[in-house]
């Protein structure tokens, strides 16, 4: 199983900023696609944004486009969300998850039951409040 760790979450303003850290195992990044993931009280755990494993192409839910941005490093083994112009409808734990796949565009966002989800970090608190 892999090992994720996030760091960086918070407390926010509206139309601040955060970024999130997800360190991974050494090599992870070249099988496995790295998804971010949110989950609000109540709610179901979604999938925000995702890198790929084969050419660090990304994908955004629509309520983050032009807002959020996940980018990896593989020599640090890092894969990070910058999260701009931040609203307190972004509040919620955030996750980071192994996903099984080499292309994030070939399957839809992941969804419960998270069936090419091999492992999760522990997850970060994001709360965004004036």
């Known amino acids: 199983q892999v090992q994720l760790v996030e760091s960086g979450g918070g407390l926010a303003q509206p139309g601040g900023s955060l970024r999130l850290s997800c360190v991974v195992p050494?090599?992870?990044?070249?099988?496995?696609?790295i998804g971010w993931f949110r989950q609000a009280p109540g709610k179901e755990r979604e999938e925000v944004s995702c890198?790929?494993?084969?050419?660090?192409?990304?994908n955004y839910t629509d309520s983050v486009k032009g807002r959020f941005t996940i980018s990896r490093d593989k020599e640090k083994n890092t894969v990070l969300l910058q999260m701009n112009s931040l609203i307190p409808e972004d509040t919620g734990t955030y996750y980071c998850?192994?996903?099984?796949?080499?292309?994030?565009?070939?399957?839809?966002?992941?969804?419960?039951?998270?069936?090419?989800?091999?492992?999760w970090g522990q997850g970060t608190q994001v709360t965004v409040s004036s």
């Open positions: 998850g192994a996903i099984f796949i080499d292309l994030c565009e070939k399957v839809p966002p992941q969804r419960p039951p998270y069936p090419l989800v091999r492992s």
């Open positions: 050494r090599y992870t990044l070249n099988y496995y696609s």
């Open positions: 890198i790929s494993s084969s050419d660090g192409t990304t």
